[in-house]
């Protein structure tokens, strides 16, 4: 299992943003795994936000989160990020990231193999 782990969280009023991080720490990850965000609000299930492939190409899956959340990488750094703007208090909760061993991006959960331990995102006045 890769080591990984996110990083960027934090408190925030609506209409403020995030970056988040996430390093996947194996040497030129990115060019083998695809990795995605993950949101779980309080009390709800982990959804995909988005991924990204090995070869760079991205995926959105959650219409909520269309226009206002983009993922994008630094394959060098081994890192992809999640740019979050104008958040929102359903935006609240744990963000995670994941890895496949795979070149090809899938919205399932179970298809990610190695997970983060989660960054807290916390929206409110």
């Known amino acids: 299992q890769l080591r990984i782990a996110e990083s960027g969280g934090g408190v925030v009023q609506p209409g403020q943003s995030l970056r988040l991080s996430c390093v996947v720490d194996?040497?030129?990850?990115?060019?083998?795994?695809?990795v995605g965000w993950f949101h779980q609000a309080p009390g709800k299930e982990r959804r995909i936000i988005s991924c990204?492939?090995?070869?760079?190409?991205?995926?959105q899956y959650l219409d909520s989160e269309q226009g206002r959340f983009i993922i994008s990488r630094d394959a060098s750094a081994n890192t992809v990020y999640l740019q979050m703007t104008n958040l929102q208090p359903d935006d609240a909760g744990v963000y995670s990231c994941?890895?496949?061993?795979?070149?090809?991006?899938?919205?399932?959960?179970?298809?990610?193999?190695?997970w983060g331990q989660g960054t807290q995102v916390a929206v409110s006045s």
């Open positions: 994941a890895a496949r061993d795979s070149s090809y991006c899938r919205s399932d959960p179970t298809n990610f193999d190695s």
């Open positions: 194996f040497e030129r990850a990115l060019d083998r795994y695809s």
């Open positions: 990204i492939s090995s070869t760079g190409m991205t995926a």
